[in-house]
């Protein structure tokens, strides 16, 4: 099974720009689905974005016109770019991939000033 390891998280201020990476220990070409979760504390987990393997992108209102989600296969891996962060971004940020289904271990993002 494919083992995903996300980076690129930290403290950030208010206005702020990250960009979370996903890489998967094998090719993610038959990975029809990769997304962009987020949980906050005492929160459910919730979609940010997510992107086929044709290209298509969908997104979280929370997040439309902020983040933009993309897939290199070639590298296997998959980015999320966030500006514009504000602190209700501030949350703990999983990839997945499927199917099958697979998450990885999630990569802290906290937005403050």
């Known amino acids: 099974q494919v083992h995903l390891v996300e980076s690129g998280g930290g403290l950030v201020q208010p206005g702020g720009s990250l960009r979370l990476s996903c890489a998967a220990s094998?090719?993610?070409?038959?990975?029809?689905?990769m997304a962009w979760f987020r949980q906050a504390p005492g929160k459910q987990r919730e979609l940010v974005a997510g992107?086929?393997?044709?290209?298509?992108?969908n997104y979280a209102d929370s997040g439309k016109g902020r983040f933009t989600i993309s897939r290199d296969n070639a590298k296997k891996t998959v980015y999320l770019q966030m500006r514009d962060l504000k602190p209700e971004d501030t949350a703990v940020y999983y990839c997945h991939a499927g199917p099958p289904s697979t998450w990885g271990q999630g990569t802290q993002v906290t937005v403050s000033s």
């Open positions: 992107i086929t393997t044709s290209g298509a992108t």
């Open positions: 094998e090719s993610i070409d038959s990975m029809y689905l």
